[in-house]
Each structure stands twice: as C-alpha cells, then as structure tokens.
C-alpha cells in the first residue's frame, strides 16, 4: 500500500515539474504531460463538485 501511494505521489509531483516545466517553453513530450496532468485536474475538480452538489440536495430539507 505504501509503494502504491508512493507511486501516486511521484505521479504527482512529476506531473506538476512538467507543467512549470511547460510554462517556460519545455520540450514536446513536457507539454503533452503537462496538459495530460491539467485536463486530470479539471475532471478531478468537476466531478468533486458534482459530488457536492449532489450532497448537499440529496435531503430534500431546504433550510
């Protein structure tokens, strides 16, 4: 479990080193990663407020 979350991690940290990378003009393969890991974000985001949307309005109490 623990070389799994260390994988994640380095996953990461990798991904957000590309994007700065990107930023200042890295080469090919850094901004498709780069671009890879914000469209990641994006979704993980989206869905997270989906997720709270639904949550919260699940109950039906309008207080």
């Given at each position: 479990?623990?070389?799994?979350?260390?994988?994640v991690l380095a996953l990461l940290l990798g991904g957000?080193?590309?994007?700065?990378?990107?930023e200042r003009g890295g080469p090919r393969w850094v901004r498709v990663v780069a671009t890879v890991t914000l469209t990641a974000s994006e979704l993980l985001r989206s869905s997270d407020k989906k997720r709270r949307r639904g949550?919260?309005?699940s109950d039906g109490n309008d207080d």
């Open positions: 479990m623990v070389v799994l979350l260390l994988g957000c080193a590309c994007v700065v990378w990107a949550l919260s309005g």
